[in-house]
């Protein structure tokens, strides 16, 4: 089989396993030429998924001297009615790249707002700031959809000579400045970076302000940053202060700093710590730092009951390690619930097995002293998964717990260990 046969064969035989036959012998060919190209975006539209797969590969692997040629043919169908063979397209225009923006600048002047929205939105994936001029051009577009695509393209080009021209239109866009505001944001540097702390501190409008502190997450080059906005942090609307945090720890993650929250802003994370996003709560366990104090226990409580195993390991750390039995007691009577939900419980103690040769002894006993107390004292059915745990994270700990339990208990604490002993097969006590 030669091109010209593979050809004929792919876009005329009703047979698909012959179809996919010559797809692949033009994907593997040496032989690269206009005629190939269209014929594999052809193939795009075919009935039979494995077809499709491969003229895929291999028009997105089309580099070098026919990327562009390969970008123009591709192009044309993103005028197609059908979402899917689109879609096709859009992934096959971005994995070919900066050549796919160039093909796709005469679309920008599209009858059709959806083409026009369309080629913006990949020239800003693909393009650079030569196209800047063209993609401004739409920013009097009569459909508001293609005018946001501008200020997104803008933001995600990056480029700084942008800046200036997305100050101006904040107030030209009233609907679309947390957009604007983004793009700045990302587009970063010193410039951006102090106009969006101005606009912090000038404006009282919660959503603006809130977009602000998004766009300042972008900017996160300068070390100095975390810094600016830890002093804007005591004077924020209350509403905004956990946004503001999670903001401070994000950009001090990527630039490897720790921010530890000073004694009189501790709240602030105190109350990220019982949000209900993810980020939000993690920002408030990070800004903790790793020494916690007994107004800490209820939010860190909450973070240990939302079965994320890593910050419950983290928070069980710092408790085991910090050697304050007080603060250990209280803890473990927060975290340890009678009626285990989703194996709570199980996975608490199953972290501390991991966790024991690093604890010192009291911090042990304080910990299973207050697991026994509050599942004893409130029995509620088998018990024997957690205190077979337990007696794995220190069996000779655990029995003189029980002893002591049993030695001060009523009548029922008496029967309810019994049954355990037995359950576990003790009778050594």
Request: charged share 25%; glycine share 4%.
């Given at each position: 089989?030669?091109?010209?046969q593979a050809?004929?064969?792919?876009?005329e035989?009703?047979?698909p396993?012959?179809?996919k036959l010559?797809?692949e012998?033009?994907?593997?060919?040496?032989?690269?030429?206009i005629h190939?190209?269209?014929?594999?975006a052809k193939g795009?539209?075919d009935?039979?998924s494995?077809?499709?797969?491969?003229?895929?590969r291999?028009?997105a692997?089309m580099?070098?001297?026919?990327a562009?040629?390969?970008a123009?043919v591709?192009s044309?169908i993103?005028?197609n009615?059908n979402?899917?063979l689109?879609n096709?397209?859009g992934?096959i225009?971005?994995?070919?790249g900066?050549d796919s923006?160039?093909a796709l600048?005469?679309?920008?002047?599209?009858?059709?707002?959806?083409?026009?929205?369309y080629?913006?939105?990949?020239?800003g994936?693909?393009?650079d700031e030569?196209?800047?001029?063209?993609?401004?051009?739409l920013?009097?577009?009569?459909d508001?959809?293609?005018?946001?695509s501008?200020?997104?393209?803008?933001g995600?080009i990056?480029?700084?000579?942008?800046i200036?021209?997305?100050k101006a239109?904040l107030?030209?866009?009233e609907?679309?400045?947390p957009?604007?505001?983004?793009?700045?944001?990302?587009?970063g540097g010193?410039d951006?970076?102090r106009?969006?702390?101005?606009k912090l501190?000038?404006?009282?409008d919660?959503?603006?302000?809130?977009a602000c502190i998004?766009?300042?997450?972008?900017?996160?080059?300068?070390?100095?940053?975390?810094d600016?906005?830890?002093d804007e942090?005591?004077n924020?609307?209350?509403?905004?202060?956990v946004i503001l945090l999670?903001?401070i720890?994000?950009?001090?993650?990527?630039?490897?700093?720790?921010?530890v929250l000073p004694?009189?802003?501790?709240y602030i994370a105190?109350e990220?710590?019982?949000?209900?996003?993810d980020?939000?709560r993690?920002?408030g366990?990070?800004s903790?730092?790793?020494?916690?104090?007994a107004?800490?226990?209820?939010?860190?409580?909450f973070?240990?009951?939302q079965?994320?195993?890593?910050?419950?390991?983290?928070?069980l750390y710092?408790?085991?390690?910090s050697g304050?039995h007080e603060?250990i007691?209280e803890?473990?009577?927060?975290?340890?619930t009678?009626?285990d939900?989703?194996n709570h419980?199980?996975?608490?103690?199953?972290?501390?097995?991991?966790?024991?040769e690093?604890m010192?002894?009291e911090?042990i006993?304080?910990s299973?002293?207050?697991v026994?107390?509050?599942?004893?004292l409130?029995?509620r059915?088998h018990?024997?998964?957690i205190f077979?745990?337990?007696l794995?994270?220190?069996?000779n700990?655990t029995?003189k717990i029980l002893k002591?339990?049993?030695?001060k208990?009523?009548n029922?604490?008496?029967?309810?260990i019994?049954q355990l002993?037995?359950?576990?097969?003790i009778d050594?006590?």
């Open positions: 089989m030669d091109s010209t050809i004929i064969e792919l876009t035989n009703v047979d396993e012959v179809r010559a797809a012998y033009l994907i593997t060919t040496d032989d690269r030429n190939i190209i269209d014929a594999l795009l539209s009935s039979e494995g077809v499709k797969d491969i003229c895929f291999g028009l692997s580099g070098g001297d026919y562009l040629e390969t123009k591709v044309k993103i005028i009615d979402i899917e689109r096709l397209a992934d225009l971005l994995k070919l900066h923006a160039v600048l005469p679309y920008l002047n599209d009858s059709d707002q959806d083409v026009r929205k080629a913006c939105d990949i020239i994936l693909v393009g030569t196209m800047i001029e063209s993609i401004i051009l920013d009097k577009d009569e508001p959809n293609v005018v946001a501008v200020f997104e393209a803008l995600n990056g480029s700084e000579s942008s200036d021209y997305l239109q107030d030209l866009n609907d679309l400045q957009l604007i505001l983004e793009a700045i944001g990302k587009i010193q951006a970076q106009f969006l702390l101005d501190k000038d404006t009282s919660i959503f603006l302000q809130s998004d766009a300042l997450a972008f900017s996160a080059e300068d070390s100095g940053i975390c600016l906005l830890m942090l005591p924020a609307p209350e509403n905004m202060k999670k903001t720890i994000a950009i001090a993650f990527r630039q490897e700093r720790q921010i004694k009189n802003l501790r105190r990220a710590l019982i949000d209900d996003d980020d939000i993690m920002a366990l990070f903790l730092g790793n020494d916690y104090f107004e800490d226990i209820p939010g860190l409580a973070e240990m009951k079965n994320n195993p890593d910050t419950r390991q983290m928070i710092n408790i085991l390690m304050n603060l007691s803890f473990f009577s927060e975290i340890i009678p009626m939900v989703d419980n199980v996975d608490v103690l199953s972290d501390m097995i991991i966790l024991s690093e010192q002894p911090s006993e304080s299973l002293m207050s026994s107390k509050v599942l004893l409130n029995p059915g018990l024997e998964e077979e745990l337990m794995r994270i220190n069996y700990m029995i002591e339990i049993f030695d208990g009523n029922d604490i008496k029967i309810e019994n002993l037995n359950a576990l097969g050594d006590f």
